[in-house]
């Protein structure tokens, strides 16, 4: 008899049809998920849009519930590993000094927007959904997400803390809270933005921007009014003169 163990027999990987089957049910319950809704979306669509039957999805994923689940666990997986990559590169080369903030927020917003751009449709699909589900939170989205977002806020905050130490801790919560909202508002869509414009003038103030040329330059714009937020002079309370307000 031989003296080596037995070898382990290797767990077979699903079938590359299976496989397959998986990423479309994932991709059509997420586009339909952005546009229609969590609650407003039926598992009737999105079998009959993915093309499999009901026992397909309830094999992959079990419940409507488990398969919302899984499209955000994926994609915010991915985007919050490679927004802590970019933390830690900058907190590396800066060698125990604070991270200038607009870095911290480059690495934060940017790696958002430049990893939907790389991708294409699909990932700027994903940013529409997220964008709908923290304008439009419910208990169900905020224990949706909340935990895939516990570690890199963290590390964000203790980031932007160090980079400004002078700015009380509370405040710079709030800004964060409003660049969020901002960042989240803006990722949703378009459609509020051409709300602002009325039909005779829409040309006019905004130019000749497709949706195509309105996404490159949502980054750049973006960033500008984030950074000018963070910067805005902090609020003096309970007092009249408000000229005297600090800045960051």
Not at 12 to 36: C, D, G, N, Y
Not at 84 to 92: P, S, T, V
Not at 208 to 213: I, L, M, P
């Amino acid at each position: 008899m031989s003296g080596h163990a037995p070898m382990k027999q290797a767990m077979p990987s699903a079938p590359p049809e299976a496989a397959s089957t998986r990423q479309r049910i994932l991709k059509v319950a997420e586009r339909l998920f952005m546009t229609h809704g969590f609650q407003s979306t039926s598992m009737r669509q999105i079998t009959a849009e993915a093309q499999v039957n009901l026992a397909a999805v309830n094999y992959h994923f079990g419940t409507k519930e488990s398969l919302i689940q899984e499209v955000f666990r994926q994609r915010l997986s991915q985007l919050n590993q490679e927004r802590l990559r970019a933390l830690d590169a900058l907190e590396n080369a800066a060698a125990g000094k604070p991270v200038k903030p607009t870095r911290i927020l480059d690495a934060f917003f940017g790696t958002l927007l430049r990893m939907a751009a790389a991708e294409g449709t699909s990932d700027t699909v994903f940013l529409r959904l997220l964008g709908r589900t923290l304008t439009e939170p419910t208990e169900f989205a905020r224990t949706l997400v909340a935990p895939e977002y516990q570690l890199v806020l963290k590390r964000y905050k203790q980031a932007l803390f160090k980079a400004l130490p002078d700015v009380p801790k509370a405040e710079i919560v709030w800004r964060f809270h409003f660049m969020l909202g901002a960042t989240a508002y803006a990722i949703a869509g378009t459609d509020s933005l051409q709300l602002l414009a009325s039909q005779q003038d829409r040309h006019g103030l905004l130019g000749a921007e497709n949706a195509t040329v309105q996404t490159q330059r949502l980054l750049p714009r973006l960033m500008h009014f984030l950074v000018g937020g963070l910067r805005a002079p902090l609020p003096v309370f309970d007092q009249p003169d408000h000229g005297s307000a600090k800045h960051l």
